[in-house]
């Protein structure tokens, strides 16, 4: 806490006139002994105008540049308007040979490089430098290339249950782009390149790219999280000689079809809960990895 001249000369008076040892007078005010002697110091050697605050920022900086310099880099900034700070920096070196010394500018012989830093903050100071020009990506109403077949493009996204006694699972999904299709599935206990890549072999699998001779191989289209920029996808996906296109960031909608699904599931299993395995009565026959994940789980979407 920063005390005034004026406060710092009442405690010196109270001190100074209190009949108590200056420790137990300065301990109820919250001032440390070393800081009033600082203060009562200053106040014998200058008088209560010692008191005042000095400024932190030292009055002499070695490496600062001198205001001449200074005059003739402005004068260079306004003369070459479509110079870069940088630019600015390397012309002023090649032109004007100075040597800054600690205290002093003098005309020497010797070269002298003006910091880019340096340079900046000048031209900044001097409102010289110009906003950049931000190109300013916005993510489209529609899909530009639409898809025309089945297998020409497939969505692929992660989606997070909470279950019971488990823990958290993670549901990896490809869809078909085209016919809305779930190809293939995998439930994992992580969120890694490597599940991604699973789940597109049994997409290959399951919908016989992988053995069947195909002009084109699917398209992948995913979000930007960590498993679909990782370099194990993109190695694998050069080596199934398929391609990959990502959705802006923060723009959901450009996989919508997938979050839809994933919406739909989560909406579906909190209709039916099961706590125990001998309760569950599934309506229909589904596969022992299908009742093991709707029937006998509760999940919460996040």
Known sequence: MRYPASEKLEIIRIVEQSHLPARRTLDPLGIARRTFYRWHDRYREGGPEALEDRPSAPNRVWNRIGEDIQDQIVEMALEATDLSPRELAVRFTDEKHYFVSEGEAEKRTILWIVFLPNAYRLLKAHDLITSPAYTVIKAADQFHTKTT???????????CFKII???????????????????????????RAEDVTDT???????????SATVLHKPRLLSDNGPSDIAGELAEY?????????RGAPCHPQTQGKIERLHQTLKNRI?????????????????????????????????
């Open 149 to 159: 077949r089945p297998n020409e493009m497939w969505q692929t996204d992660f989606t």
């Open 165 to 191: 006694g488990w823990g958290w699972m993670y549901l990896s999904t490809v869809l078909d782009d085209f016919s809305r299709d779930i190809i293939a599935w995998k439930l994992c206990t992580d969120m």
């Open 200 to 210: 597109l072999d049994r997409a290959l699998a399951a919908s016989g790219c992988d």
């Open 237 to 245: 996906i050069e080596a199934n000689k398929m391609s990959h296109v």
């Open 270 to 302: 909190l209709l039916e809960n099961y706590f125990l395995p001998a309760t569950s009565k599934p309506r229909s026959r589904p596969s022992s990895s299908t009742t093991t994940t709707s029937v006998t789980t509760r999940a919460w979407p996040t």
